[in-house]
């Protein structure tokens, strides 16, 4: 089995993937390292894994560079690669390998599969049963309308109770003792 275009390695660290043309394909790279986890590589790459790193040297290479002067490459700072790194390295990982099966012969898995549907016949029914219509139910014994009850003797409310004069509260004052001075002698040598 040959080697794969790209290695695991390769795959982790992509941020981009281009497709620039039927063979060469454009490929941005994050750094692993803590002190250039900022920076950013680039590696232009054609179908028989041969690697490229400056886009003058691609110039040179290919016969038709038109299509280079009109591309907009997209950079690794643009805000949505910036904001989200691991759902580009996912979309940029989901191309390479689309591009690497591409490349290698075999077909891509984009196009949809086609399920073959088996139908069964469902068996009817029989007849169907008559529809029964509802029957009004007549009541067994009328209802009684309740009278109002009447009172024999009017009920009379109690008189209210009226003060004479307000009550007054008296506070009681105690008075305490007078105190006493005691004088306390000096204690002897």
Same mark, same amino acid.
């Given at each position: ?58 110039k040179e290479l290919l016969e038709d560079t038109s ?59 029989k007849e169907a049963s008559p529809v029964i219509e =509802?029957?009004?139910? $007549? @009541? *067994? /014994?009328?209802v009684e309308v309740a009278s109002p009850v009447e %009172?024999? !003797? +009017? &009920? #009379?409310? =109690?008189?209210?109770? $009226? @003060? *004479? /004069? ?8 105690? %008075?305490? !003792? +007078? &105190? #006493? ?9």
């Amino acid at each position: 089995m040959p080697t794969p275009l790209l290695t695991a390695d390769d795959l982790g660290s992509l941020l981009i993937f281009e497709k620039l043309c039927d063979d060469w394909v454009r490929e941005v790279h994050r750094f692993n390292s803590q002190r250039k986890k900022r920076m950013n590589f680039v590696i232009f790459r054609n179908c028989e894994n041969k690697k490229i790193t400056s886009l003058e040297e691609l110039k040179e290479l290919l016969e038709d560079t038109s299509f280079l002067e009109t591309a907009e490459l997209k950079s690794a700072f643009s805000h949505d690669i910036v904001s989200n790194k691991v759902g580009a390295n996912k979309i940029a990982r989901k191309a390479a390998k689309a591009w690497m099966a591409e490349s290698s012969g075999r077909k891509v898995g984009s196009e949809p599969k086609v399920v073959k549907a088996t139908i069964k016949e469902v068996p009817l029914l029989k007849e169907a049963s008559p529809v029964i219509e =509802a029957v009004p139910v $007549e @009541e *067994a /014994a009328p209802v009684e309308v309740a009278s109002p009850v009447e %009172e024999a !003797a +009017p &009920v #009379e409310e =109690a008189a209210s109770v $009226e @003060e *004479a /004069a307000p009550i007054e509260e008296v506070a009681v004052v105690e %008075e305490a !003792a +007078p &105190v #006493e001075v005691i004088e306390v002698a000096a204690p002897v040598e």
